[in-house]
């Protein structure tokens, strides 16, 4: 599927797509809680995140938002925190990322066949975004979707699994998220769920990093990038 509607049978109505806006403000409280950072933090990125990766990705990895230490520091997706530490170290694993780690947006890292995108842009309080949050940054998914027309997205988490479906006019109610869960969306196009790579999950053990390299290597098959039919070992 190149995403150019509703998911057929799926009965959704695909909402219309917006090109990334660098300085959105959409959503008051994320905006406000961006400014109160930017005098104790005048170094941070304090901006809405873009994608990084692959300009013609095959797989497109979808997260939850910028850390406040990470992307909202450095300006690049899971640079810089916790969370990027297993994600970057399985993606090089699988020869799709130069290098196993990530620390500054100016480190040269580079993805191959893979771009890493978020589900809400700005960074929220407590790292938890409301419904309305998800639902405004949504149409900038859509736009990504529309014109990278990636073959499997990773979902890290419920929310982001959530936040695809709608992308693309899914019902989610139709799709149960569950870790390492595969759903067909049509013939060419893939979703792969995994549990978020966040350090409360690697911590205490709900994600291993097993489990992740099978989620990841099965995404990666999916979408043509390494040998395998994406079938689970």
């Known amino acids: 599927m190149r995403v150019a509607g509703a998911v057929p049978g799926q009965g959704g109505v695909r909402p219309a797509g917006e090109v990334f806006d660098p300085a959105c403000r959409r959503c008051p409280r994320l905006a406000a809680w961006l400014d109160s950072a930017r ?16 300009a013609a990705p095959r797989l497109l990895i979808v997260g939850l938002a910028p850390g406040f230490h990470g992307a909202n520091r450095t300006g690049r997706p899971f640079t ?7 994600l970057y170290r399985t993606l090089h694993a699988l020869g799709l990322a130069s290098a196993p780690g990530s620390n ?10 893979v771009r890493i995108t978020n589900a809400v842009r700005c960074v929220p309080p407590a790292n938890a975004p409301r419904t309305d949050e998800v639902h405004r940054c949504n149409a900038y998914l859509t736009h990504e979707l529309e014109s990278l027309s990636p073959r499997a997205v990773l979902a890290l988490g419920q929310v982001a699994h959530r936040a695809l479906l709608r992308a693309i006019g899914a019902r989610p109610s139709r799709f149960d998220f569950a870790h390492a869960a595969v759903h067909d969306l049509s013939p060419d196009f893939m979703l792969v769920d995994s549990y978020h790579c966040s350090r409360y ?10 489990m992740f390299h099978a989620a990841m290597s099965r995404a990666a098959a999916l979408a043509g990038l390494i040998p395998g039919d994406g079938d689970a070992d």
């Open 201 to 210: 999950n690697t911590q205490t053990r709900r994600l291993t990093d097993d």
């Open 39 to 54: 005098e104790k933090h005048p170094g941070y990125h304090l901006a809405p995140v873009p994608a990084f990766g692959d």
């Open 80 to 86: 810089g925190d916790h969370a990027g530490i297993l």
């Open 104 to 113: 500054d947006a100016g480190d040269g890292l580079c993805l191959h066949g």
